[in-house]
């Protein structure tokens, strides 16, 4: 398997922009982050912080998610959000040139929430609208969006495999893929080794945490060993991040994977 570590839940004893850097120390080659910064459109030196600091550290940017609302608040994501249309576009614009910069080629478009006083049908209207306007903006750079069935978060309305595929073959971009997070699936109950064996081939990404708790494999009862091993004798070659929040300090919770296992190298 080749690894990444998620550097907005893992590694937050130090700041975002050392982040990279500790990632490296800790022997890996590739991060992935939540948006990084605290507004949708930021600035350029922003911007260009945040690039050196992954520059800087040697490690490869494998995955970003898109500008997502206030996530701390409860927010899920830009996508089907009626207003934020203008938004999501200059956040979008700001992504593929973070793309273009850094490499990175997958981006993490969370859906949004449902939202009181909307209809749903206009809120999915739109987000299939979006993710065809976020397809068609990464594709110049050869890059996919990732949809991700979230749990935890009450409106939010893809909670399975099932429901994220069915808003991608809506949107029809051939550059779309499913973000199989193994964590939020199994909490909202979906039939994880059933999605693994009928869609390893539309999984463009995977994530790891232990149910219950969010935390580092082996603290809760998910078979993920397993089921990595499942999506790789399936042909998944993707990364595989590890997107917890560690149970005690980031170094102590990384002892189930031996360094020599954390680096990786870039998929063909
Ligand atoms: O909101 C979450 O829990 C996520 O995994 C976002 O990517």
């Known amino acids: 398997m080749r690894y990444a570590v998620n550097c907005s839940l893992l590694f937050t004893e130090v700041p975002l922009l050392e982040r990279p850097a500790a990632a490296a120390d ?3 080659t590739a991060v992935e982050f939540w948006w990084p910064f605290a507004t949708s459109v930021p600035s350029d030196a922003e911007v260009d912080r945040f690039v050196t600091a992954v520059g800087d550290a040697g490690v490869q940017l494998v995955g970003l998610n ?25 956040t979008v614009a700001v992504i593929v040139g973070i793309g273009e910069r850094t490499g990175c080629r997958a981006f993490n478009a969370l859906y949004g929430n449902r939202l ?41 309305p893809l909670c399975t495999a099932a429901d994220v595929l069915a808003v991608l073959d809506r ?24 999605v693994l064996a009928a869609h390893a081939d539309r999984i463009a990404h995977v994530q790891v945490a232990d149910a219950p708790g969010r935390g580092e494999p082996g603290t809760g009862e998910l078979p993920l060993a ?43």
């Open 26 to 28: 800790a022997g890996f």
């Open 66 to 90: 898109v500008a997502a609302g206030d996530m701390p608040a409860g927010d899920r994501g830009l996508v089907s959000w009626p207003g934020r249309e203008t938004e999501f576009a200059d």
């Open 116 to 156: 009181d006083g909307v209809d749903p049908q206009a809120q999915d209207d739109l987000g299939a609208a979006n993710l065809a306007l976020v397809a068609e903006a990464v594709a110049a750079i050869d890059g996919t969006v990732l949809l991700e069935p979230v749990s935890g978060a009450p409106a939010y």
């Open 171 to 194: 949107v029809g971009a051939p550059n779309t893929g499913l973000l199989a997070d193994l964590y939020h699936l199994a909490v909202n109950g979906d039939d994880v080794d059933a």
């Open 226 to 268: 397993r089921q990595l091993d499942a999506l790789a004798d399936r042909g998944y070659a993707g990364w595989v991040a590890l997107e917890y929040k560690p149970a005690t300090t980031t170094t102590e919770g990384l002892a189930w994977l031996p360094r020599e296992q954390r680096a990786a190298v870039q998929p063909a």
